[in-house]
């Protein structure tokens, strides 16, 4: 059923392309779906003391890149910018699959983060961030009086 919904999908789209722009219309590699907009995508472990989270970032500068923590919740934020448009005179572009824009994405982990002993790192498109969980407070038992 999901293959061939996902064919229908397919054709549906291809039909509108066509319409769209006859004659300039290149289909996807084996039948891959066009990409949605750009998304973050994350890995999240947890050792003892902290969550670890690796986000593929690629194609932005880390002065582009923002990391919110609020309590659980981490907001990432990046914003891809258009370089140089690489279309000569004369050309015409036939498919665009890179994004430009704003994307974010946020997630709650179990646990409140402890945001000044927060770090993070961007190498070669990947963020990874270091978030320590906040300790819970010493319980102290009341006296009932």
Same mark, same amino acid.
């Given at each position: ?12 789209? /291809? /039909? ?17 779906? $066009? ?40 907001? $990432? ?19 665009s ?25 961007? /190498?070669?498109?990947?963020?990874? $961030? ?5 300790q ?10």
């Open positions: 059923m999901s293959n061939q919904l996902s064919r229908m999908r397919g054709s549906l789209f /291809d /039909d509108l392309f066509k319409e769209i722009a006859p004659g300039f219309f290149i289909k996807p590699l084996h039948g891959d779906p $066009l990409p949605s907009a750009a998304q973050i995508k994350i890995d999240v472990s947890e050792s003892e003391g902290a969550y670890k989270v690796l986000a593929e970032v690629p194609g932005v500068g880390k002065e582009d890149i923002h990391v919110s923590i609020d309590g659980s919740v981490v907001t $990432l934020s990046a914003e891809v910018k258009q370089h140089d448009s690489q279309q000569g005179e004369g050309e015409k572009v036939l498919r699959e890179r994004y430009y824009g704003s994307v974010s994405r946020s997630f709650q982990l179990p646990q409140d983060i402890d945001a000044a002993a927060a770090k993070a790192k961007y /190498d070669n498109g990947v963020l990874v $961030l270091t978030l320590p969980k906040k819970a407070g010493a319980s102290q038992r009341l006296m009932v009086e």
